[in-house]
């Protein structure tokens, strides 16, 4: 008798919040149950990667109920605290099919103490040995992974899907001056790990040149950063030409990038960096750190990449991209061939569903 196409999907918290994780799990389960899955959602509520105790005994309750040989697929997030914090994984491992989707490990966040850096690789490396298939998101990650002692045959890379965006025209700007500022993209939750930091701090340095930036990301998630940044900002001299945009919907953010001339990135880590394929499906040039897996989410003809958290680098690429149209044009150019090639939510679906009929 064929197995069943059906598995229960672990998600810390609301999948609807507008980060790349998140947006990965929810387009991935809506592409699964199109093609034919059954997909039960089953919500994690806590402070993950850090959940405390009654967290922990809902989360074990709700794993506890699941029927014997239920294929689980569990979000990174969560999965690697539920290892040494609450032994969840291990406990249920003899009658549970566990596959872990790892968007980046836990480890590598940005900001994090010494102490507990080593308490999330732990619990996380302890929880992936239970895991019969482990997903990521690029080749980057699937490297990360296996330095945490997961074979690499029981890693599978499962990029995330793009929609089709209407592309923008050519450039009719390269060869005529722009009225107004270049205006400038930043499409990052406001975190440490985004970069937003040293993202201002090369900024400040170009004041003579003509640019506005727009931040779109929430300002809620990390109140202490986002109040340091917009701290800088104002102290910078900036706070007249940096727009706080806040979290908005798929409508703004599809206008965002229609208005932009410049994504920019300045992450100190990125599992894969969404935002740069949903900028080449726009056909918007990039200027990225090469953090994590950002240095194969940007093809070279689409955009410029520099070191991650080399400010002095990001400042002389920034200066040289506002200052020259026609380096842009080109650079968009490369970006609409580039965005034409990305698979779409199905493709990468049928992905997905081929490593879950091996489990």
Do not use: N
Not at 17 to 40: K, S
């Amino acid at each position: 008798m064929a197995t069943p196409r059906a598995f229960s999907f672990l998600v810390p918290g609301d999948w609807s919040t507008p980060t790349g994780g998140y947006q990965y799990d929810r387009r991935l389960a809506q592409a699964l149950g199109a093609a034919g899955w059954d997909v039960e959602l089953l919500r994690l509520d806590a402070d993950w990667p850090a959940p405390d105790a009654a967290a922990l005994a809902h989360a074990a309750a709700q794993v506890a109920g699941l029927a014997g040989g239920t294929r689980v697929v569990a979000d990174g997030l969560a999965f690697g605290a539920l290892g040494v914090m609450g032994d969840i994984v291990a406990a249920h491992a003899h009658r549970l099919r566990w596959v872990a989707l790892v968007h980046h490990p836990l480890h590598l966040e940005t900001g994090l103490t010494p102490a507990l850096r080593q308490r999330l690789l732990a619990s996380e490396t302890r929880a992936l040995q239970f895991a019969r298939r482990v997903v990521v998101t690029s080749p980057h990650t699937a490297r990360d992974v296996a330095a945490m002692g997961v074979a690499p045959g029981r890693i599978a890379i499962v990029e995330p899907g793009t929609d089709a965006w209407p592309q923008r025209p050519a450039d009719p700007r390269a060869s005529a001056p722009k009225a107004g500022p270049v205006r400038l993209l930043c499409v990052a939750t406001v975190t440490p790990r985004k970069g937003h930091a040293g993202l201002l701090q090369a900024l400040a340095g170009l004041k003579s040149l003509p640019w506005q930036l727009h931040c779109v990301g929430s300002l809620t998630r990390d109140p202490a950063t986002s109040a340091a940044v917009r701290t800088l900002a104002r102290d910078s001299g900036l706070a007249e030409r940096v727009v706080w945009q806040g979290e908005v919907d798929a409508a703004a953010l599809r206008a965002h990038y229609a208005a932009a001339d410049l994504l920019v990135l300045a992450s100190l880590h990125e599992g894969y960096g969404m935002v740069v394929a949903e900028a080449l499906a726009a056909g918007l040039p990039v200027l990225a750190s090469e953090a994590g897996a950002l240095a194969q989410t940007l093809p070279p003809q689409a955009g410029w990449r520099v070191p991650a958290g080399d400010v002095l680098a990001l400042q002389a690429a920034l200066h040289r991209l506002i200052s020259d149209a026609a380096l842009r044009a080109r650079l968009a150019a490369g970006a609409r061939i580039a965005g034409r090639q990305l698979p779409d939510w199905p493709a990468q679906a049928a992905r997905f569903a081929a490593v879950l009929d091996s489990v």
